[in-house]
């Protein structure tokens, strides 16, 4: 079921410091805020109209193509529509709300990115620092932080090494583990660092690895010392079996034929995964970005910015996003994941601050309509008449 939030922006604006008084904590960062004018165009009236053609959206979805999970758009700043459909556990028929929280899958590298950029403002490390100056078992010689950041390390896929190296998969493998087996095996890398972009899961559960080298704390604690906790994202947490078994507030991956996912012996790696959030808290994070409470803009655009150097692609990459030109116009960031059962995608546009946040449980091929999503959110642009017909186009693709 859907619920509306916010349709009069006069309204948003003047609650604002009430309900999203976790995201500034200070007028000096109120000031520093980067700001976007609201268009005239964009009435109250507008806002209320793309909120029933996003239901209308989402509806669909649910009823005719399975989509199981939760959602919230905004746009200058304040949320347009948000919406919960379907169960948290198909087993207990358990509700879906927009405070359940999901395993974000991939969608947890942008946060392992931010933990880098705050100690690389602490002055606890540098991106062009190496590997073996934190972790110094570690075997491979020219690989720097920047480098993991930017998938272009080189080295091999821990999630496919790890299946032939751990003697034990109903033993949970963490972090350290993955170093031993590297330190000890010496997995063959895919290609000499910095020549390639290949995506990576290991460099980014290496960066857990380094963040907790680098502060002298647990990167779980890190997370929650230095980034949920300030931000009030009160549902978001890494992976623990305790913390996934709370019934009622964690959603349960699901295979396709909506069959409960078990535990796997790399859940527990983290970095590149095991962060569970919220629709709700994401908007928090989201938010936040626009601030400087975490690091200065400058250090943040860095993140922002691409990094490939083959022959450019339509994609781009920077430290924990992609970023994506659009037939719009605008470019935007964003990020999709998928591990055990959840489906994540957060998408971000600084044009006009809006975004769009999909969390699912049940990965069945539902989300595959994303591009045509974003599309009818950020459309081409119009011909004459193009506008009239941006609703109908969208459903008849979606």
Same mark, same amino acid.
């Given at each position: ?28 960062? !109120? ?67 927009? !405070? ?66 751990? *003697? ?49 704390? *647990?990167? *779980? ?92 692609? $339509? !994609? ?46 049940? *990965? ?6 994303? $591009? ?27």
């Amino acid at each position: 079921m859907a619920s509306l939030f916010c349709l009069s922006l006069l309204s948003c604006q003047e609650s604002k410091k009430e309900d999203q008084s976790g995201n500034v904590s200070s007028e000096e960062q !109120e000031d520093t805020r980067q700001r976007v004018a609201v268009p005239a165009s964009f009435t109250p009236a507008k806002a209320e109209r793309l909120s029933n053609q996003l239901d209308s959206i989402f509806t669909k979805l649910h009823k005719r193509n399975g989509f199981n999970g939760t959602v919230l758009v905004t746009k200058y700043d304040q949320v347009i529509y948000k919406g919960a459909f379907g169960y948290a556990d198909f087993y207990r028929k358990d509700t879906l709300t927009t !405070e359940t929280a999901f395993q974000l899958a991939s969608v947890s590298k942008q946060f392992t990115a931010m933990a880098i950029m705050m100690l690389k403002e602490q002055g606890k490390l540098r991106y062009d620092d190496s590997v073996q100056q934190y972790i110094p078992t570690f075997p491979y010689k020219g690989i720097t932080i920047r480098q993991l950041l930017t998938h272009r390390s080189g080295l091999s896929n821990y999630t496919y090494f790890s299946d032939q190296l751990w *003697p034990d998969r109903n033993k949970a493998i963490t972090n350290e583990d993955v170093l031993n087996l590297m330190a000890v095996h010496k997995p063959r890398p895919y290609y000499e660092p910095n020549t390639h972009f290949n995506y990576s899961n290991t460099g980014y559960a290496l960066l857990a690895s380094i963040v907790t080298k680098a502060s002298g704390m *647990p990167f *779980p604690v890190f997370m929650q010392k230095h980034i949920f906790g300030p931000l009030k994202m009160r549902n978001t947490f890494t992976y623990s079996e305790n913390a996934t078994a709370l019934t009622g507030k964690v959603a349960t991956g699901h295979t396709g034929r909506r069959q409960k996912r078990t535990t796997d012996y790399l859940d527990t790696v983290l970095g590149d995964k095991g962060l569970f959030s919220t629709v709700e808290d994401l908007y928090k994070w989201d938010q936040a970005l626009y601030t400087q409470k975490l690091v200065k803009r400058k250090t943040l655009e860095e993140a922002f910015t691409g990094t490939r150097t083959e022959k450019r692609k $339509k !994609e781009d990459y920077g430290f924990g996003w992609r970023i994506l030109p659009l037939e719009s116009g605008d470019t935007v960031v964003y990020h999709a994941g998928l591990w055990h059962g959840y489906t994540t995608y957060l998408l971000r546009n600084p044009k006009d601050h809006s975004a769009l946040i999909v969390l699912s449980n049940l *990965p069945n091929g539902s989300l595959r309509h994303l $591009k045509e999503l974003r599309s009818f959110l950020y459309p081409p642009q119009p011909d004459n008449g193009a506008e009239a017909n941006q609703t109908k186009n969208a459903n008849a693709r979606l």
